[in-house]
């Protein structure tokens, strides 16, 4: 089963088609772990990912838009503005990076390098997960998207506002899953999972748990060293 990348929208007649013909081998995750550690290794080994809701994102900025001059004259935006809001709110969307080795994005979103990062080989989880749902590399721009008085549903333009993140988030390189609603993006096959990457300053209990756990189902942990400004991973750390 294959998965829709990005979503094309016809206007009336036919219309080019945005297409990508390579994706990134593989896909990274930051997590924190501390009390989340039981629940971060049961995703693994129950082969799902976790969406949470649109209001749950750390960027204030998340689903800003603007109007073009035909939807504010045709009294589309009046109209639409809060059902747009209310199919934003029902999303779940999971967040994940071309990139494992991202020194911000360790501090930021795997709690101070004390986390992990489980990266997923991408043509295994594509296959995993249901034609329903959504992967969308997000664009970056200095404005956010503009909606216009075309024939997009409200979920379509719902995502659209989604899909765009102000320039400065560049450097994370995000693709975003995105499911109809919170919850689970069950892909079932472990196999999905590549390997599993620890923080450098990961709790040695923890560290103990995830390397028996992840021993059971196959999965290779590395963990991650750091050498003045450089930062690389092997089995043991050291």
């Given at each position: ?21 390579s994706t ?36 204030p ?6 109007e073009?001059l ?17 199919e ?5 969307i ?7 080795d991202?020194?911000?994005?360790w501090?930021?979103?795997a709690?101070?390098?004390n ?11 594509l ?5 329903e ?8 721009s200095?404005?956010?998207?503009v909606?216009?008085?075309n ?7 719902a ?15 995000e693709w ?11 892909y ?24 028996k ?13 750091i ?12």
């Amino acid at each position: 089963m294959t998965m829709k990348i990005g979503t094309a929208i016809r206007q009336g007649g036919a219309m080019a088609i945005v297409k990508f013909y390579s994706t990134p081998p593989r896909l990274y995750r930051y997590r924190p772990l501390g009390a989340k550690l039981d629940r971060e290794i049961a995703a693994i080994k129950d082969g799902y990912i976790y969406c949470p809701k649109f209001g749950d994102m750390n960027d204030p900025m998340e689903g800003m838009h603007r109007e073009s001059l035909a939807y504010i004259v045709k009294g589309r935006s009046k109209k639409e503005r809060q059902a747009i809001a209310d199919e934003k709110a029902k999303l779940g969307i999971a967040s994940l990076s071309e990139v494992y080795d991202h020194e911000p994005m360790w501090a930021h979103y795997a709690d101070q390098f004390n986390g992990m990062c489980v990266a997923y080989t991408t043509s295994k989880l594509l296959k995993g997960l249901p034609n329903e749902f959504d992967f969308v590399r997000m664009s970056y721009s200095e404005e956010p998207p503009v909606l216009l008085a075309n024939r997009a549903s409200l979920v379509e333009k719902a995502k659209l506002t989604l899909g765009t993140k102000t320039v400065r988030w560049m450097s994370e390189r995000e693709w975003r899953l995105i499911i109809p609603h919170s919850g689970r993006a069950d892909y079932k096959d472990v196999r999905c999972v590549y390997r599993v990457y620890l923080g450098s300053r990961v709790d040695l209990n923890a560290e103990r748990l995830i390397r028996k756990e992840m021993e059971k189902i196959n999965i290779p942990v590395l963990k991650m060293k750091i050498d003045k400004y450089q930062v690389s991973f092997s089995k043991t750390g050291e």
